[in-house]
Every structure is written in C-alpha cells, then in structure tokens.
Nanobody, 124 residues
C-alpha cells in the first residue's frame, strides 16, 4: 500500500501563490506516476498534470499551463504543485494521486492511491 498526504492548502488572495506538497509513504518503490487533480464544488474532478517519478517528465493540463508547475523530490518521496497567479476560479479541493503506470494518465480511475485532499481558497 501507498499512503499520500497533501499539505500546503489555505486561503490566498487573487494573484498570490501557494505550493502544495504530497508526501508518499509505504510501498513507494513501484510508483511510476504522481498526478494532481482538483475538484470544485458541484464540478467533476479535473486533471491538472502529472510527473513520472523516476525520469521526472511532466505533463501539465492546458487549463493551468504557465501558472502551475509540478516537481518532485525523490529523496523526500514528495511531489509538489507550485501554483502562481491564483484566481478565484482555482478554489477547490486539491488531490494528489499515485499510479503504478508510467503512461499518460489524465483520468482519475487510472490512479490506485489518493491523498485526502487539501482545500485551496482564492479570494477576489
């Protein structure tokens, strides 16, 4: 099993920045992809991007490209989501997820493990 714990959410003004962290523990040796998603009230979960754990290649959704950056620190078993130029419409619960696959994985059902989510609220 793999456990994921997000942190770093909070309340920020529009135009501000936050960095979310996703710490992985447990049987992390066969995790190949870490993904980030968000879900706003009344909306479906939205794919934001992913990072392939070993090689570090990244895919970022067009909706947040240029504002959100994904990275990881393998030594700390932690993935990050740096969010800049935040907008009120970025308000959502943000989730990280992990998969044993190294393919392009934009769908939530392709991930076996999920964190508990962290709330991000952007005020106008």
């Amino acid at each position: 099993q793999v456990q994921l714990v997000e942190s770093g959410g909070g309340l920020v003004q529009a135009g501000g920045s936050l960095r979310l962290s996703c710490a992985a523990s447990g049987r992390t040796f066969n995790i190949y992809t870490m993904g980030w998603f968000r879900q706003a009230p009344g909306k479906e979960r939205e794919f934001l991007g992913l990072i392939r754990w070993t090689v570090g290649t990244i895919n970022t959704a067009d909706s947040v490209k240029g504002r959100f950056t994904i990275s990881r620190d393998r030594a700390k078993n932690t993935a990050y989501l740096q969010m800049n130029s935040l907008k009120p419409e970025d308000t959502a619960v943000y989730y990280c997820a992990a998969s044993h696959s190294a393919n392009y994985l934009p769908k939530e059902d392709e991930y076996a493990y999920w964190g508990q989510g962290t709330q991000v609220t952007v005020s106008s």
